[in-house]
């Protein structure tokens, strides 16, 4: 197959440079990622500004290209300017962090799967507790294993996002497909004053156990010791609220 591979750690990460080696022993590959780290970009694309790449030659088997853009960007580019072939797939990752419930709203690696989707593309967001390569070496291994069997069951209006609690396969229960739970944090701004007395903020939190979570949603599987997989439609539209609102449309006022 012909596969695009991109994330949001940035070309340097070491999990897209593995799962870059290990995809080429079967499948022809690119390389497309952001110059530098951009997590938590979200769907996030440069316009009315100017986007630049530089080939990227460190990873062995495929193609780079680092890019001076968002994990979107990287995707809708790449497809569009660089790729001197069609992607079979797309795949974003390996991150080294999950990407469970919620947070898929603003994961840089998720957004980059779901503008794949959205450019017409079968793709697929990977990511990993990660606490050393071997890590990505598991769940690189694990995709050139299964990559044509998850290619088979996808249609290009919908990713799969798939999360692995470890890399270590002794410490793994099994594999679930399951639905998105609720991440929360404990939010909390952080106020720095500088020499100048001007201040600015930092974000951060600790994770919250979210009771309302169902036993066999991502998170809560994930913490039992599951790769979660989850189909994540780019259709935002609830079809419920819809039904209901529809026949209300009369009472509003123009």
Known sequence: MNI???????IFAEGIRILAETLSKKHNVAVAAPANECSCTSHSLTVFKKLSYEKYGYIKGAKGFAIKGTPADCVKFATKVLLDFTPDLILSGINNMPNLGTDVIYSGTVNAALEGAICGFRSIALSVLHEDDGDYRFVSEFMLKNVEKFHRMMTTDTILNINFPSGKPERLRGVRFTKLGTQTYSDEYIEHINDADERHYT?????IKTPENAADCDVELHDGMFVTITPLHIQMTNFDALKTCADKAVEIEL
Do not use: E
């Open 203 to 207: 974000l951060i939190g600790d994770m």
């Open 4 to 10: 695009l591979l991109t994330n949001d750690d940035g």
